[in-house]
């Protein structure tokens, strides 16, 4: 390669462009080289040689970190290919898809090399026809794109496809991308694909330390690691004999980042396996609408898996109609059924969507209600440390002991929690152990998986959870599932509220009856008369799914329409939406009709930690036209000379 003296980087800050620098040492387009910047030294990639630059007096590269690229040709294109979609500078996107230890400029070595013992064995059971068919239809696409949605009711063996193919493909030399929701990346599944693959199979996971990550990265970009097991970061593992992608549980809302670089690492996997020439199968029970749009659109090709295996049968859901019960969080026929349940040596589960003891305190006699300091929001109750917290900013205070407004002492406490209903479930069940699973309990490293083996143990109990539990859990002993507090979801103002609210109910409802019993699955709900339940209790959730995806296209909301979301936020009211208010101006000024703005409109929780969120939506059918407005707004922004301290981002295909 010819030696140039000028290299062009891109640096992690949050600037649209890259930074000339000398360099007359040999370095590789991908390499990591340390700079400074300013007044500080940092770490950035090379992105190509140049033989001139715009800029006259430029400094000189202090180091040169690798000898080969950090980053291949292949991720490279990979991630400008996402820079660019989502508007963010390249710095941030390069820097953000490597492991953090990389990103500081240590070396590029594995550290522990580790050691194996892995069992492996083969499956204990034939596949069924269904199970056949899907493999052999995506086996049959291998070296080239083609995107599969594997639509498989809860518990009808998805894994077991994916592991025939993994299995598959290994023998050829390829590697497989595995991606799981942030918390269906459980021990039980790293230990599935372990048992099962001859072949070194890397997790990534938040519970890994530094050298771990950095380890599993270099691992798979070495080739080691036949089988990546992660969670949404993992799309930009640099995966040099990829053969194929995965994504497990697709409808699952974590796989969207929504902080910093706000990618959806879902709909990054339909590029990452076309830049790879490899096919990709989307694994649910419950596809998203964006899904099913695409199986319309054949873009994907829907395979189905519409039966359990075996002699086991989806579980029998019923309504508990809340308007005919005590204000208690528990009905007594949900009382009664799980004493069924639990009589007969079987295992319970207990959903509500809330952690804490209760989210509202507040005084019997004046109404005055403990409000966050920071936010529009309620503090809820923590018994267990006798604290008010606020779920948005993290804000904690001592609870008074008189009403702050009226001086008398009556202040109570309203509504459940996980913390709370477990309180109460031990009046109701004082000789059966009772395992809490939300964030609170599960905070310790490794607290999560010693409840989950606790659970698989098999002895009866009753598990109690927030949607920590909703995901790609397969507990044999678990017969019945009690539901608790849906409502929330049916009257959100969210378009997605009732999509991801069948979502759960069906995934939910899933981990119910995985063996031989026949499972069963109970909702609380003042509403029993909604469609949602009808669709929910004869698991038909492709209809319902239809019949929502009809109402989206008569109004045109995604997947009909394409959306995008300018947020800013400041201390000073006024200046976030003034800001918003020039950038919309901006933005229709630019002669592109097929593009709607509405708003600045206040964040749903407007407050937040100080500061006060606006929104700016931008809509298209047009996905071509809405970029091209963003690129437009991208030029012109500088211009609009933001107030005081105004921080704004741009989201692009947003979710809430
Ligand atoms: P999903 O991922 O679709 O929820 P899993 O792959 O977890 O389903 O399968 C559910 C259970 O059924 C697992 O215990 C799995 O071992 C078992 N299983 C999968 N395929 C078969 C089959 N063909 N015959 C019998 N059992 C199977
Ligand atoms: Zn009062
Ligand atoms: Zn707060």
Redesign the pocket.
Known sequence: MQRLPIIEVAIPVPLYKSFDYLCDEDVTIGARVRVSFGRKKVVGIVLSHKDKSDFKSLKSVDEVLDKEGILSAEILEFLFWSANYYHHPIGEVLTSAMPKNLRLGKPAEIKKARAFDNQIGP??????SE?NNAIETILSAKDSFSGFLLH??????????YLRITESLLKQGKQVLVLVPEIGLTPQMIS?FEKRIDGTVVAIHSQLNETQKTDAYLMAKNGEASVVLGTRSAIFSPMPNLGLVIV?EEHDGSFKQQSSFRYSARDLSFIRAKLANVPLIL?T?TPSLETLKNVVDKKLTRLV?ST???T?VMPEVSLIDMRTQSAEALSLPLIDKMKRHLNNNNQVMLFINRRGYAPVFYCTACDWKAQCDHCDSQMVYHRHINRLKCHHCGVEKMPDSSCPSCKQSTLKVLGYGTERLEENLESHFPNTSIIRIDRDTTRRKKAFAQHLAQINSGKPCIIVGTQMLAK?H?F?QLAFVGILDVDVGLLSLDFRATENLAQLLIQVS?RAG?SEHKGEVAIQTRYPNHPIFGYVRQANYTKYASTLLKERQQTLLPPFSHQAMICANAKNKTQAESFLNEVAQLLRSIDLPTVEIWGPVPGVIEKKADYYYFNLYLQSVERKALHRMLNTLFKHVDNIKASGSVRWFLDVDPIE
């Open positions: 499956a204990e059971f034939e596949i069924t199970q498989g009711v809860t518990g009808s063996g998805k894994t077991e496809v599935r497990d694994g029970a898996l359990r295996p075996g086991t790609g397969d044999s899933g995985r």
